[in-house]
């Protein structure tokens, strides 16, 4: 059973960075897609950027592009997003998934596991 738990959320400051972490547990995730999302209250849930855990290939939503880096770390499998330059509304509970099928689209139903989610809060 595949397992993913994110953490690392809080409050910070505007320009300030915070690292997220989804450790990922139950299957053997070399094939796999890992993407992270988020929502904020009264809205969709947004792709924010995706790695796929085979060669470390990303990419990133243009809201998140140079702010944003995804990494992952195959001994641990965990997977990071780095978030740098942060802004008020980048504030949003933040979820990673995964993907069987290597791909890791943009949308949410590409993704067949997701976490809990970890609220992230950016004051101004």
Request: aromatic content about 16%.
């Given at each position: 059973q595949v397992q993913l738990?994110?953490?690392g959320g809080g409050l910070v400051q505007a320009g300030g960075s915070l690292r997220l972490s989804c450790a990922a547990s139950g299957r053997t995730f070399s094939s796999y897609a890992m993407g992270w999302f988020r929502q904020a209250p009264g809205k969709?849930?947004?792709f924010v950027g995706r790695i796929t855990w085979s060669d470390g290939n990303t990419y990133y939503a243009d809201s998140v592009s140079g702010r944003?880096?995804?990494s992952r770390d195959n001994a641990k499998n965990t997977v990071y997003l780095q978030m740098n330059s942060?802004?008020?509304e980048?504030?949003?509970v933040y979820y990673c998934a995964a993907d069987p099928?290597?791909?890791g689209g943009f949308m949410?139903?590409?993704y067949?596991?997701?976490g809990q989610g970890t609220q992230v809060t950016v004051s101004s």
């Open positions: 738990v994110e953490s969709e849930r947004d944003f880096t995804i942060l802004k008020p980048d504030t949003a099928t290597g791909w949410s139903g590409s067949d596991y997701w």
